[in-house]
T-cell receptor
Framework: DTEVTQTPKHLVMGMTNKKSLKCEQH?????MYWYKQKAKKPPELMFV???????INESVPSRFSPECPNSSLLNLHLHALQPEDSALYLC??????????????FGEGSWLTVV | EDQVTQSPEALRLQEGESSSLNCSYTVSGLRGLFWYRQDPGKGPEFLFTLYSAGEEKEKERLKATLTKKESFLHITAPKPEDSATYLC??????????FGQGTELSVKP
Protein backbone atom coordinates (compact mmCIF):
# COMPACT_ATOMS: atom_id res chain seq x y z
CA ASP A 1 0.00 0.00 0.00
CA THR A 2 1.61 3.24 -1.15
CA GLU A 3 -0.72 5.78 0.37
CA VAL A 4 -0.14 9.28 1.64
CA THR A 5 -3.30 10.85 3.07
CA GLN A 6 -3.82 14.60 3.18
CA THR A 7 -6.53 16.64 4.90
CA PRO A 8 -8.37 18.79 4.18
CA LYS A 9 -8.79 18.39 0.43
CA HIS A 10 -9.90 22.00 0.08
CA LEU A 11 -9.28 24.98 2.33
CA VAL A 12 -10.33 28.61 1.97
CA MET A 13 -8.77 31.04 4.42
CA GLY A 14 -8.55 34.73 4.96
CA MET A 15 -5.24 36.54 5.16
CA THR A 16 -5.50 36.88 8.93
CA ASN A 17 -6.49 33.27 9.63
CA LYS A 18 -4.41 30.47 11.12
CA LYS A 19 -4.98 27.03 9.67
CA SER A 20 -3.10 23.74 9.28
CA LEU A 21 -2.68 21.12 6.60
CA LYS A 22 -2.20 17.54 7.75
CA CYS A 23 -0.48 14.55 6.19
CA GLU A 24 -0.22 10.92 7.28
CA GLN A 25 1.54 7.84 5.97
CA HIS A 26 1.77 4.31 7.37
CA UNK A 27 4.35 2.87 5.03
CA UNK A 28 7.21 3.12 7.52
CA UNK A 29 8.79 5.89 5.48
CA UNK A 30 11.31 8.03 7.33
CA UNK A 31 11.40 11.02 4.99
CA MET A 32 8.45 13.35 4.45
CA TYR A 33 8.12 16.36 2.21
CA TRP A 34 5.97 19.40 1.51
CA TYR A 35 5.70 20.63 -2.06
CA LYS A 36 3.78 23.54 -3.54
CA GLN A 37 2.32 23.36 -7.03
CA LYS A 38 0.85 26.16 -9.13
CA ALA A 39 -1.33 25.51 -12.17
CA LYS A 40 0.53 24.15 -15.21
CA LYS A 41 3.83 24.02 -13.27
CA PRO A 42 5.74 21.13 -11.71
CA PRO A 43 5.83 20.71 -7.92
CA GLU A 44 8.32 22.92 -6.03
CA LEU A 45 10.02 21.60 -2.92
CA MET A 46 9.35 23.52 0.30
CA PHE A 47 10.53 21.35 3.22
CA VAL A 48 12.09 17.95 3.86
CA UNK A 49 11.98 16.03 7.13
CA UNK A 50 14.32 13.11 7.55
CA UNK A 51 13.93 10.92 10.62
CA UNK A 52 11.61 13.56 12.12
CA UNK A 53 14.20 16.33 11.81
CA UNK A 54 13.93 19.24 9.41
CA UNK A 55 16.72 18.71 6.91
CA ILE A 56 15.80 21.12 4.11
CA ASN A 57 13.97 24.45 4.11
CA GLU A 58 13.94 25.91 0.61
CA SER A 59 13.94 29.51 1.90
CA VAL A 60 10.20 29.32 2.50
CA PRO A 61 8.60 32.42 4.14
CA SER A 62 8.00 32.07 7.87
CA ARG A 63 4.23 32.30 7.37
CA PHE A 64 4.58 28.59 6.51
CA SER A 65 5.64 26.54 9.51
CA PRO A 66 6.19 22.77 9.21
CA GLU A 67 5.95 20.29 12.05
CA CYS A 68 6.68 16.57 12.23
CA PRO A 69 5.12 15.20 15.46
CA ASN A 70 6.22 11.63 14.67
CA SER A 71 7.46 9.52 11.79
CA SER A 72 3.95 9.06 10.37
CA LEU A 73 2.61 12.60 10.60
CA LEU A 74 3.50 15.88 8.97
CA ASN A 75 1.74 19.20 9.44
CA LEU A 76 2.01 22.54 7.69
CA HIS A 77 0.85 25.47 9.80
CA LEU A 78 -0.35 28.51 7.86
CA HIS A 79 -0.57 32.06 9.18
CA ALA A 80 -1.00 35.47 7.57
CA LEU A 81 -0.87 34.07 4.06
CA GLN A 82 -1.09 36.13 0.88
CA PRO A 83 -3.39 35.52 -2.11
CA GLU A 84 -0.34 34.45 -4.15
CA ASP A 85 0.08 31.53 -1.73
CA SER A 86 -3.05 29.95 -3.23
CA ALA A 87 -1.92 26.64 -4.73
CA LEU A 88 -2.07 22.86 -4.45
CA TYR A 89 0.02 21.74 -1.45
CA LEU A 90 1.39 18.25 -1.80
CA CYS A 91 2.71 16.02 0.93
CA UNK A 92 5.04 13.19 -0.05
CA UNK A 93 7.11 10.49 1.60
CA UNK A 94 9.95 8.12 0.80
CA UNK A 95 11.60 5.21 2.58
CA UNK A 96 14.68 7.25 3.36
CA UNK A 97 15.73 10.80 2.63
CA UNK A 98 17.12 12.51 -0.42
CA UNK A 99 20.16 11.23 -2.34
CA UNK A 100 19.05 7.63 -1.92
CA UNK A 101 17.13 7.13 -5.15
CA UNK A 102 14.10 6.01 -3.17
CA UNK A 103 10.78 6.60 -4.87
CA UNK A 104 8.87 9.59 -3.54
CA UNK A 105 5.12 8.96 -3.21
CA PHE A 106 2.71 11.88 -3.26
CA GLY A 107 -0.63 12.45 -1.62
CA GLU A 108 -3.69 13.82 -3.44
CA GLY A 109 -2.93 17.34 -2.25
CA SER A 110 -4.74 20.09 -0.39
CA TRP A 111 -6.16 22.90 -2.48
CA LEU A 112 -5.58 26.18 -0.68
CA THR A 113 -7.32 29.41 -1.60
CA VAL A 114 -6.34 32.59 0.24
CA VAL A 115 -8.92 35.37 0.05
CA GLU B 1 23.70 22.82 -13.59
CA ASP B 2 21.23 19.94 -13.15
CA GLN B 3 18.39 20.20 -15.65
CA VAL B 4 15.41 18.20 -16.93
CA THR B 5 13.60 19.00 -20.19
CA GLN B 6 10.46 17.26 -21.36
CA SER B 7 9.09 17.26 -24.89
CA PRO B 8 6.67 17.82 -26.36
CA GLU B 9 4.86 20.22 -24.01
CA ALA B 10 1.52 18.93 -25.29
CA LEU B 11 0.59 15.89 -27.35
CA ARG B 12 -2.75 15.08 -28.93
CA LEU B 13 -3.33 11.51 -30.04
CA GLN B 14 -6.21 9.55 -31.48
CA GLU B 15 -7.22 6.47 -29.52
CA GLY B 16 -4.92 3.62 -30.58
CA GLU B 17 -2.21 5.92 -31.98
CA SER B 18 1.05 4.94 -30.25
CA SER B 19 3.67 7.58 -29.43
CA SER B 20 6.55 8.47 -27.11
CA LEU B 21 7.25 11.21 -24.60
CA ASN B 22 10.82 12.38 -24.09
CA CYS B 23 12.70 13.42 -20.95
CA SER B 24 16.24 14.73 -21.46
CA TYR B 25 18.43 15.32 -18.45
CA THR B 26 21.82 16.63 -17.43
CA VAL B 27 22.66 15.79 -13.84
CA SER B 28 25.75 15.02 -11.84
CA GLY B 29 25.49 11.54 -10.42
CA LEU B 30 22.04 10.18 -11.28
CA ARG B 31 20.42 8.50 -8.30
CA GLY B 32 17.15 7.72 -10.05
CA LEU B 33 14.73 8.86 -12.78
CA PHE B 34 11.03 8.86 -12.01
CA TRP B 35 7.89 9.05 -14.12
CA TYR B 36 4.63 10.27 -12.65
CA ARG B 37 1.14 10.73 -14.04
CA GLN B 38 -0.90 13.68 -12.80
CA ASP B 39 -4.60 14.18 -13.36
CA PRO B 40 -6.05 17.70 -13.05
CA GLY B 41 -6.42 18.76 -9.42
CA LYS B 42 -4.73 15.64 -8.03
CA GLY B 43 -1.31 14.71 -6.77
CA PRO B 44 1.28 12.98 -8.98
CA GLU B 45 0.77 9.23 -9.20
CA PHE B 46 3.96 7.17 -9.30
CA LEU B 47 4.53 5.13 -12.46
CA PHE B 48 8.18 4.03 -12.75
CA THR B 49 11.65 4.39 -11.28
CA LEU B 50 14.70 3.77 -13.48
CA TYR B 51 18.23 3.67 -12.13
CA SER B 52 20.68 2.81 -14.88
CA ALA B 53 21.10 3.11 -18.65
CA GLY B 54 19.50 0.24 -20.50
CA GLU B 55 16.85 -0.33 -17.88
CA GLU B 56 13.24 -0.75 -19.04
CA LYS B 57 9.97 -1.07 -17.11
CA GLU B 58 6.43 -1.75 -18.30
CA LYS B 59 2.96 -1.31 -16.90
CA GLU B 60 -0.12 -1.95 -19.02
CA ARG B 61 0.17 0.33 -22.09
CA LEU B 62 3.22 2.21 -20.75
CA LYS B 63 6.88 1.38 -21.13
CA ALA B 64 9.72 3.50 -19.76
CA THR B 65 13.30 3.29 -20.99
CA LEU B 66 16.50 5.00 -19.89
CA THR B 67 19.75 5.98 -21.62
CA LYS B 68 22.64 8.03 -20.26
CA LYS B 69 21.05 11.27 -21.44
CA GLU B 70 17.32 10.69 -21.77
CA SER B 71 14.29 8.62 -20.92
CA PHE B 72 11.31 7.76 -23.06
CA LEU B 73 7.79 6.93 -21.99
CA HIS B 74 6.24 4.86 -24.76
CA ILE B 75 2.46 4.67 -24.89
CA THR B 76 1.07 1.80 -26.93
CA ALA B 77 -2.50 1.98 -28.28
CA PRO B 78 -3.54 4.73 -25.84
CA LYS B 79 -7.08 5.10 -24.55
CA PRO B 80 -8.90 8.31 -23.53
CA GLU B 81 -8.30 7.42 -19.86
CA ASP B 82 -4.55 7.80 -20.46
CA SER B 83 -5.12 11.55 -20.86
CA ALA B 84 -3.12 13.33 -18.14
CA THR B 85 0.06 15.30 -17.58
CA TYR B 86 3.13 13.08 -17.43
CA LEU B 87 5.97 14.35 -15.24
CA CYS B 88 9.58 13.24 -15.37
CA UNK B 89 11.87 13.89 -12.41
CA UNK B 90 15.47 13.03 -11.63
CA UNK B 91 17.28 12.73 -8.34
CA UNK B 92 20.90 13.72 -8.61
CA UNK B 93 23.81 13.40 -6.21
CA UNK B 94 22.75 16.70 -4.62
CA UNK B 95 19.60 14.98 -3.47
CA UNK B 96 16.65 17.06 -4.56
CA UNK B 97 14.08 15.86 -7.07
CA UNK B 98 14.32 17.98 -10.23
CA PHE B 99 11.13 18.00 -12.28
CA GLY B 100 10.63 18.66 -15.96
CA GLN B 101 7.77 20.92 -17.02
CA GLY B 102 5.59 17.96 -17.96
CA THR B 103 3.89 16.72 -21.13
CA GLU B 104 0.13 17.19 -21.32
CA LEU B 105 -1.30 14.20 -23.15
CA SER B 106 -4.77 14.23 -24.66
CA VAL B 107 -6.19 11.06 -26.22
CA LYS B 108 -9.34 11.51 -28.29
CA PRO B 109 -11.78 8.65 -28.95
Amino acid sequence: DTEVTQTPKHLVMGMTNKKSLKCEQHMGHRAMYWYKQKAKKPPELMFVYSYEKLSINESVPSRFSPECPNSSLLNLHLHALQPEDSALYLCASSLQGLSTGNTIYFGEGSWLTVV
Amino acid sequence: EDQVTQSPEALRLQEGESSSLNCSYTVSGLRGLFWYRQDPGKGPEFLFTLYSAGEEKEKERLKATLTKKESFLHITAPKPEDSATYLCAVQAKGGKLIFGQGTELSVKP
